[in-house]
């Protein structure tokens, strides 16, 4: 921390909180240093459960528990935020800081117009001096959401939430943290709930404005990708403790907490490739919150944790400095290194007839056709998906990518048998006439959000025993409980898990159930919806680890859907990216650090956030947002939007798929060689040119 | 189970819970016992205390016969709660049936059972009972019949709508994607997850059903003199209600006591279920 | 509001109307014991049950009758009353008349002491003003309208106190202040137990419109609570709450019954009961198909309403 303290936006002073619980008192945040000086941006980084925005909460006084405890100071320039009430902290909040909530749909009144939001923030903190007309301020709304880049901003004065993108609604919201010109402003996940591309032109567009008014910022991610690519400093909180706080490309490039460590080190990068890193996948626990605090937060998870020499005091992160860490090793340079992975030794699959799983025009349409839609002439179907021709080999991973809305869940619900499709779909080379027992039992799917996918009133047995009891009809009673049994083995966990229900379990144990779930049929293909898209980097690191594992030794096909590009190498093999309902692009996976790609493919690797000190991403940004889908489209279906438009032929013209070597087609009107000369997204850097 | 015992402890934890508990569990004893227990014999006339006030002798005072309130009170509790929770229970399970079904089926099959559950609902249930007593003729069983049949739409919309949103979810799904059949979905992964907004509100539907059980007595189209149903002692009471207003205050009270033992029971056990306060 | 949405609601009604009829007509005169058996009492001799039965036209198949009797209801034609010997049609829209006089007086009550009732309590959510509402409220939701009616009269109409009539009727053309003391006992009950419920549901709206994000986040640009009460989260809860006075129409219909019953008060309700006493079958399908149908167009209405005010609904 600097010494910079007359400058400071924010500065924290060992504030530390906690809540009263049935369980007992609660702690949230403990002993918190830090300081934003006036113009930078602070990100605060750590996983769920962190207390990261708690922070914030704490910062605005708007505290969501029972207050059991609380103590230090929170300073607003020279005002300490603590000592003011209620009714004080109106004219602060939106005036002098302001907050940027995850979730822009929930955010806005959705009874209000988007000016009125606008108009009713300015309105609010107007000094009595400025007595403006009410035409001003609604000129002054109106100004404020042109900067924020919403094209047309007189008919998005009048617009309310449900007519507008999700990423629109969280311009608006941005307009309206900047509408007074404040200090400081809050952001609790901001990007989050948006796609890769919208989250990076949103990005984008807070550092341009961050740049031009100088407003401070504390940026709150559970995503380093998202903060290396904001933040001037990272401070790393776990289990409600600040562990590390230096610049970014330091804390990025040599981190000293081990816990910063085993979080970079369960993160994917661009580089993986060409370095052959693998991910760490040990994971860690989380901290305690009640009872007695051990004197080193992270002494639970930590490889390098002695209790000789860690134990002494109350380890906290260090007042001052440049690169502050609360490890008593990491400063008296005992840590031992993490362990590096190697990648295992892959048995080649024994195959009589290569090919898993095909398709032959699959498609997918579905919407409103009742009778009395039809009665009134408004029969409007969504064609979810288009022609898809896929292949999956055995043992092979496809990875399904694309952005929400292009059709990749519902792919992958027709092929699970969940939705009614057009086309073909063979398995082992036998075209299926209708989706029957044998088919299900060969082709099984894992659901992206295990909380829902496991029955709440089912014991962990009950929900493994039942595809025994459907597929595996020769078993008897006890076998099927030594099966259940062997299955927890399997996805590594303890057996007496049996007993448990799911809301006993975290959430990456739940997933670990559902794979298991999926492999008591032992099928030949599983498709994994998003499975690893809501957990955590580590627990994320080592789901894919136990899918590959499992793949290694039973020779499972997997179709692995994602949105999140940066996991792709350590999983993949091959690539099939999805817009609008179409596969634009079908690559393997040795073609995705180089071009050609296709151009909607090029700007999706160029907004996955990732941190990567050996590599530059070049910046492709994609302008509007994703087209209705109600009309079919008679060009190509990225028309639209496409950085690289060639005119008249793309509008109208379906565009050819062409080809580039043996494992790589392209959906697109332009020549290969013209996009294999595009520069690359990616490309290797030297350390400190790296952010 | 380990998630009834959760729940019976989360309801005790609210102040409506607790008390709702305490009162239903009084309540149902003293249907259980109460004609046993009553201190006097509910239809013995005592003539020289007719429209007596409450006294240490009839401890809630007497009718225009004399006979003690209290007693009657006490002995008609059984004909009161016990029909109106047999009534809820009727309308429940059929509701709970139909909505279920209706809700997991779909397509056009659901859209015929929502118009008629719509259309019977939009019949008032007092008028809806009426209409049903007309034709079944006046009685305590009828009535109970009658009540029944009209809360059967409402609970099948409500099962209905938390059909839906189970049926949206993954584990759904996944049963699906196994293949598993339509009974096994209906009721071993949809069932056990939509009972308990249909408790809440069959709690809160015992009050409505004492309420209308006694409405309908008070009509003079449910339990016949000389019952001691309490709507029944209501009407009775009217014609002597200016010489003294015990016969009607008194069974009104337990009315409404019953009533809001269900109501607060039924708010507490709300809240005790949402999924939010229960993880 | 698209001009679809108003055809979709519109066609409900006439589906709901339709099918509400055929339960009507079902149930009062075919299920199970024959209408010709109902008037004459179990008793009766064959010859006369088969003249009735001719006379009535329940010799022929069901739909003959029901379309026999929907037409007529089509064109106004409700049947004679078996009673009175009357028309039906003029003395159920007169009865009509009068306990549309309860139900708006009381509508207009409701609305204008339970909303704002709602909102204060909710906005002292956990304080004594709060608990004070909750409590009155499980009082009121717990009371049967017969007897707070019945208590109310045996209070007020007492003839020590006297201050208001304990039954009859005066037309507002006749003597409107009369008209107002005779309605003013089966008002007050009908409202202070609808008040109860529709407060309780303001209440609960407004409580989960107050925990809900966009609140927050206008608390968190700084809008004072009283705005943030009345500009954000009233607008909000006032959506489901239409809903709920549109569904509380449903109890009004029955209290209106019940407190017409008490307070011998000529209106629907009373034509109801007496229908019912004396077998009276046309006045009885006329009573409940009035109400029934009055029913689904206040519901209608309020989906409506909702509509207006919500501007989402007309993506749907």
């Known amino acids: 921390m600097s010494n910079t303290t007359q400058n400071a936006a924010l500065r924290i002073d060992d504030y530390s909180l906690a809540y009263k619980s049935s369980a007992g008192v609660v702690r949230i945040l403990d002993n918190i240093r830090l300081e934003i000086p006036r113009g930078q941006v602070l990100g605060l980084v750590g996983e769920s459960g962190s207390a990261k925005s708690s922070m914030a909460n704490a910062i605005m006084r708007d505290l969501t528990g029972v207050v059991a405890h609380e103590s230090g100071r929170i300073f607003l320039a020279d005002t300490d935020l603590t000592a003011l009430t209620e009714k004080s902290m109106e004219p602060i909040r939106g005036k002098r800081v302001a907050m940027v909530l995850q979730n822009a749909s929930t955010a806005l009144n959705p009874t209000l117009s988007m000016g009125d939001h606008v108009i009713e923030t300015i309105h609010q903190h107007q000094s009595d001096a400025t007595l403006d007309s009410k035409n001003n301020i609604a000129a002054e709304a109106q100004a404020l959401l042109s900067m924020v880049g919403l094209p047309d901003p007189k008919a998005m004065m009048n617009r309310y939430a449900h007519e507008i993108s999700g990423g629109e609604k969280q311009r608006v919201v941005l307009a309206m943290a900047f509408a007074c010109e404040p200090e400081l402003i809050l952001f609790d996940e901001p990007t989050s709930a948006l796609d890769a591309t919208t989250a990076a032109t949103l990005l984008d567009l807070f550092g341009e404005l961050q740049q031009r008014t100088g407003v401070a910022a504390l940026f709150i991610s559970h995503d380093l990708g998202v903060v290396s690519r904001i933040a001037d400093r990272v401070a790393v909180i776990y289990g409600g403790r600040i562990v590390e706080e230096a610049t970014t490309e330091a804390l990025f490039a040599a981190p000293r907490h081990p816990y910063t460590r085993s979080l970079l080190a369960s993160l994917p990068r661009p580089s993986d490739t060409r370095t052959g890193r693998t991910l760490d996948t040990s994971g860690n626990k989380p901290a305690l919150r009640i009872g007695v605090v051990p004197q080193c937060i992270y002494a639970e998870s930590c490889v390098s944790h002695e209790a000789r020499v860690c134990n002494v005091s109350h380890v906290l992160i260090d007042e001052h400095g440049e690169h502050r860490v609360a490890c008593v090793k990491a400063k008296n340079g005992s840590l031992i290194a993490s362990p590096i992975n190697r990648l295992d030794s892959v048995e080649a699959v024994d195959t009589t007839f290569p090919v898993a799983l095909s398709m032959a025009s699959l498609s997918v349409s579905y919407g409103e056709r009742g009778w009395l839609a039809s009665l009134l002439g408004k029969a409007s179907q969504v064609h979810a998906v288009i022609n898809a021709n896929l292949t999956l080999d055995k043992g092979e991973t496809l990875a399904l990518v694309g952005e929400s809305g292009c059709g990749k869940s519902t792919l992958a619900k027709a092929i699970a048998g969940l939705v009614p499709f057009k086309g073909d779909l063979f398995l082992s080379g036998n075209v299926i006439e209708s989706i029957d027992h044998d088919y299900r039992s060969r082709v099984q799917i894992i659901f992206q959000n295990p909380d829902s996918s496991l029955n709440p009133r089912h014991s962990i047995k009950t929900i493994l025993s039942r595809p025994l009891v459907l597929y595996r009809k020769n078993l008897n009673e006890v076998q099927r409980t030594q099966e259940v049994v062997a299955l927890l083995e399997r996805v590594q966990l303890p057996i007496h898990y049996a007993e448990r229900y799911p809301h006993q379990l975290s959430g990456g144990e739940k997933q670990r159930v559902a794979i298991a779930r999926a492999l008591a049929a032992e099928p030949e293909v599983i498709i994994c919806d998003e499975v690893t898209s809501g957990l955590d980097a580590s627990v994320q690191a080592s789901i894919t680890a136990l899918l590959k594992q499992i793949q290694r030794h039973s020779g499972t096909a997997l179709i692995f859907i994602t949105h999140d590009l940066a996991i792709l190498r350590h999983l993949a093999d091959r690539i099939a990216v999805m817009y609008l309902g179409e596969v634009v692009e079908v690559m393997s996976i040795d073609d995705l650090d180089e071009p050609p790609y296709h151009p909607y493919t090029e700007a999706l690797l160029s907004s996955s956030p990732s941190v990567d000190p050996h590599t530059n991403t070049r910046r492709i940004r994609l302008k509007g947002t994703l087209p209705k889908r109600t009309q079919r489209v008679t060009g190509c279906v990225f028309e639209s939007r496409c950085p690289h438009h060639l005119g008249d032929q793309c509008n109208t013209t379906p565009p050819p798929r062409v080809h580039h070597g043996d494992t790589h087609e392209i959906l697109c009107h332009i020549d290969v060689a013209t996009l294999a000369a595009h520069a690359p997204v990616w490309q290797a850097s030297k350390l400190d040119t790296s952010i | ?279 | 509001m698209s001009p679809e949405f108003i055809i979709k609601r519109f066609f409900y009604l006439l589906v709901t109307a339709i099918i509400v009829s055929m339960i009507v007509f079902a149930v009062t005169q075919l299920l199970p014991a024959n209408a010709a058996t109902m008037i004459l009492g179990e008793y009766a001799t064959e010859e006369a049950l088969l003249a009735l039965n001719a006379k009535l036209g329940l010799d022929q198949p069901a739909w003959v009758q029901y379309w026999q009797w929907f037409s007529g209801v089509l064109q106004g034609d409700f049947g004679i009353s078996l009673r009175t010997g009357q028309a039906v049609g003029p003395v159920i829209l007169s009865a009509f008349g009068n306990s549309a006089i309860l139900a708006v007086f009381s509508l207009v009550l409701v609305s204008l002491i339970s909303i704002p009732l709602g909102v204060i309590a909710a906005s002292r959510r956990g304080r004594p003003l709060d608990l004070g509402v909750s409590l009155i409220s499980y009082l009121g939701v717990s009371m049967p309208e017969f007897v707070l009616a019945t208590l109310l009269l045996a209070w007020l109409a007492s003839p020590a106190i006297a201050l208001f009539p304990a039954s009859g009727y005066v037309p507002f053309a006749t003597d409107p202040l009369a008209a107002l003391h005779h309605i003013t006992l089966p008002v007050l009950t009908l409202t202070i137990v609808l008040t109860a419920h529709v407060s309780r549901m303001v209440r609960s709206e407004m409580v989960d419109t107050l925990e809900s994000d966009f609140v927050r986040a206008a608390r968190l640009r700084g809008v004072p609570k009283r705005r943030i009460l009345f500009k954000h989260a009233l607008r909000n809860s006032m959506l489901p709450a239409i809903t709920v006075i549109a569904l509380d129409i449903g109890y009004l219909i029955g209290g209106v019954i019940v407190v017409e019953e008490v307070f011998s008060f000529p209106g629907v309700g009373r034509q109801l009961i007496l229908a019912i006493q004396n077998r009276d079958l046309p006045m009885l399908q006329a009573g409940a198909l009035l109400m029934a149908v009055t029913y689904a167009v206040a519901n209608l209405l309020a989906d409506l309403a909702y509509a207006l005010l919500d501007k989402r609904i007309q993506f749907k």
């Open chain 2, 1 to 279: 189970m380990n998630s009834t015992r959760r729940t019976l402890t989360a309801l005790t934890k609210t102040p409506q819970g607790a008390i709702g508990l305490l009162l239903c569990f009084l309540l149902l004893a003293l249907t259980l016992a109460g004609p046993e227990l009553a201190p006097k014999d509910p239809e013995e006339f005592h003539f020289t205390a007719r429209f007596a006030a409450p006294s240490t002798e009839f401890l809630l005072g007497t009718d225009w016969y004399g006979r003690d309130l209290l007693s009657r009170v006490m002995a008609g509790s059984r004909s009161t709660i016990l029909l109106a929770l047999l009534a809820t229970v009727i309308g429940t399970v059929a509701g709970a049936l139909i909505g279920i079904f209706s809700g997991y089926i779909g397509g056009r099959v659901d859209d015929l059972i929502m118009r008629v559950t719509d259309a019977v609902m939009a019949i008032p249930s007092l008028l809806f009972a009426l209409l049903i007593l007309s034709v079944l003729g006046s009685s305590s069983f009828n009535a109970v019949i009658a009540i029944g049949i009209a809360f059967t739409p409402g609970m099948a919309r409500i099962a209905r709508s938390v059909t839906l949103q189970v049926r949206g979810s993954d584990y759904v799904s996944a049963a699906q994607a196994r293949g598993e059949g339509t009974s096994w979905i209906m009721f071993a992964e949809i069932l056990p997850n939509v009972i308990a907004p249909v408790i809440v509100e069959a709690t809160i539907r015992v009050a409505f059903a004492v309420m209308t059980l006694a409405t309908l007595s008070f009509l003079g189209l449910g339990a016949q003199p000389p019952s001691p149903e309490w709507g029944l002692m209501i009407a009775e009471g009217r014609a002597h209600m200016f010489r003294s207003p015990w016969p009607i205050l008194v069974p009104g009270i337990a009315i409404a006591l019953v009533a809001i033992a269900f109501n607060l029971l039924g708010d507490g056990l709300r809240d005790a279920l949402n999924p939010q306060a229960s993880s």
